[in-house]
């Protein structure tokens, strides 16, 4: 289940035609992203057949947001900094991954769902770890470091 919800959001990502301005978004689209994210830069559109997205940065966090047509969110990316993680989540890891270093974030909500892959490492692999907003953690991935 949980690959499902990954594979469906970068799904979502790859597909997507470019809008070369913010006058070819929707008019309830564009508004609902105004009044949300105010202070969003670099913003990029992007149209499918029915939906639109849209990425970003606001507050040194990078964003793409999916809204359909009439300009309701259906799911979100946020890309950050570990720091930036909830403090059960940081307590989580301070507890349970001594050995790793943590070194970037990918939170990813679709629906009421939301889940945290954590970007970590030790001497010899880089590990995934995702947690859910109650802070239980699970491997998601292992990979070697190339020598």
């Known amino acids: 289940m949980k690959r499902i919800f990954v594979l469906s959001m970068f799904t979502l990502l790859s597909a997507g035609v470019f809008a070369n301005s913010p006058s070819a978004v929707n008019e309830k689209v564009l508004k609902a992203f105004k009044e949300t994210f105010t202070s969003a830069e670099q913003v990029k559109w992007n149209e499918t057949e029915n939906n639109y997205s849209v990425r970003?940065?606001?507050?040194?966090?990078?964003?793409?947001?999916?809204?359909?047509?009439?300009?309701?969110?259906?799911?979100?990316?946020?890309?950050?900094?570990?720091?930036?993680?909830?403090?059960?989540?940081?307590?989580?890891i301070s507890q349970g991954y001594t050995d790793k270093t943590a070194f970037g974030v990918t939170e990813i909500t679709a629906g009421d769902e939301v889940a945290f892959f954590v970007r970590m490492e030790d001497a010899k692999y880089y590990y995934t770890i995702k947690f859910n907003v109650f802070g239980e953690g699970s491997r998601y991935e292992k990979l070697k470091k190339q020598q």
């Open 56 to 92: 970003f940065v606001q507050d040194d966090i990078r964003y793409i947001v999916y809204y359909n047509s009439n300009g309701e969110i259906l799911s979100s990316m946020r890309f950050y900094e570990p720091a930036k993680l909830p403090v059960n989540i940081l307590k989580a």
